[in-house]
């Protein structure tokens, strides 16, 4: 996980630059604090210690809402989040409702149970729904972009792995995916990457080379559609690997193209979004506080909320399916492929189905509403009229 590689990493720093002295000269209690710092970022340092009472050494049980600062395992609210929302947001363009400076003004800490935990003024419960929809904006706009997602797919660092050497401490080579093993490596392990492999004149090297030469002119694999599995029809982690032989498989019932794509052609992304804790709502983990009694803490269940724009479910699952091939036909056949396997699975209608594979759609009852048929007839009818160019 990164928090194990960050935990490293920091005494890395540590050690690296000799900060041990430093440290002690501005007041930190050298062991003390170091093992409150690895507890911020990554839990308790000790796997021992996870099912006592109270499971850290840095701080004591009295100090407990110190763990809700940096990394809140409890409910997600902390300023990790915060500070990516901003710097992200800003960087793409994205417009972040949520005011972390207004939170914090009504912020206080409240006793419950003998521990003390970190309480938020009751009416920010509405800032707080802000926040998870700013991170879930977040994750589709640009985290899981289908675009950054099929680069990924397209495996240039994996092909390069073999053969790219990164030199760590004492001298010794790894790889990309072993440089977290050690921190020297770790360190050097940067986006010039990219580049070194992209201008590379190494022959082991040039199946990694060619295609970041196609993301470069954008020639990446064809997005063909994506599709939601209602609840309680998720695609589980045992059915991935056949997914692609199975839209194989989908030859459409009606109208088939001549030509069929093979489940080579096919990749299949299957990307599970939610709030931050699956399929819970992260507020009903939330300790509130009222005017009326500013030391007591209360949670706040979603229908106490005014606002009845919230969201009913907080996970689901999007699956969003590619084409290799580059061939027009073959990308072609394969959208339709893709919307018959749908029309199986009985998924929800692909946003250009209509489009694509109109002869299909009729045959999936529920992908079918009567004011779309009647504005699509209309549309048709009115784009076979004779336009007067003559006047």
């Known amino acids: 996980q990164h928090e194990s590689a960050s935990v490293e990493m920091f005494e890395h720093l540590i050690t ?40 850290y050494i840095g701080r004591p049980k009295e100090k407990s809402f110190l763990y809700e600062i940096v990394a809140n395992k409890k409910n997600g609210i902390d300023v990790d989040k915060w500070d990516y929302f901003a710097r992200d947001c800003h960087h793409l363009g994205i417009q972040n409702n949520f005011d972390y400076k207004r939170l914090l003004k009504f912020t206080r800490v409240c006793e419950v149970n003998s521990q003390k935990f970190i309480c938020t003024r009751d009416k920010e419960v509405g800032n707080l729904y802000d926040m998870f929809h700013t991170r879930n904006c977040l994750h589709r706009r640009a985290y899981q972009h289908k675009v950054g997602n099929i680069i990924e797919i397209m495996q240039a660092l994996q092909k390069a792995d073999p053969f790219f050497k990164i030199e760590g401490s004492k001298g010794t080579p790894y790889r990309i995916s072993t440089a977290m093993e050690d921190m020297e490596a770790y360190t050097k392990l940067t986006d010039h990457i990219y580049l070194e492999i992209l201008h590379s004149s190494c022959p082991e090297l040039a199946e990694a ?105 907080f996970a689901e699952q999007v699956i969003r399916v590619y084409c290799k091939n580059q061939d027009p036909d073959t990308v072609s056949a394969a959208k339709q492929y893709f919307i018959q396997w749908c029309i199986r699975r009985d998924f929800t209608k692909p946003q250009d189905c209509d489009v694509v594979a109109p002869h299909l759609t009729p045959m999936k009852k529920s992908w079918n509403n009567i004011q779309e048929d009647e504005c699509r007839m209309a549309a048709e009818s009115s784009c076979k009229q004779r336009l007067p160019f003559d006047k």
Request: glycine fraction near 4%; hydrophobic fraction near 30%.
């Open 16 to 55: 690296s630059n000799k900060l041990e002295k430093v440290m002690e000269d501005y007041g930190l209690v050298l062991e003390e604090d170091m093992n409150f710092i690895k507890e911020q970022i990554g839990g308790p340092t000790d796997e021992n210690t996870r099912e006592k009472t109270w499971p």
């Open 209 to 313: 080379r060619e295609i970041l030469r196609k993301i470069e002119r954008r020639e990446l694999y064809k997005f063909l559609g994506d599709t939601h599995p209602e609840k309680g029809k998720e695609i589980a982690k045992d059915e991935y690997s056949g997914l692609s032989q199975e839209i194989a498989d989908s030859r459409p019932e009606k109208n088939p193209p001549l030509v069929e794509p093979k489940a080579e052609d096919f990749i299949v992304d299957i990307i599970n979004m939610d709030y931050g804790m699956e399929e819970q709502n992260p507020i009903d983990k939330v300790l509130f506080y009222c005017k009326a009694d500013p030391t007591k803490a209360v949670r706040i269940s979603k229908e106490q909320v005014v606002s009845k724009l919230l969201p009913e479910t």
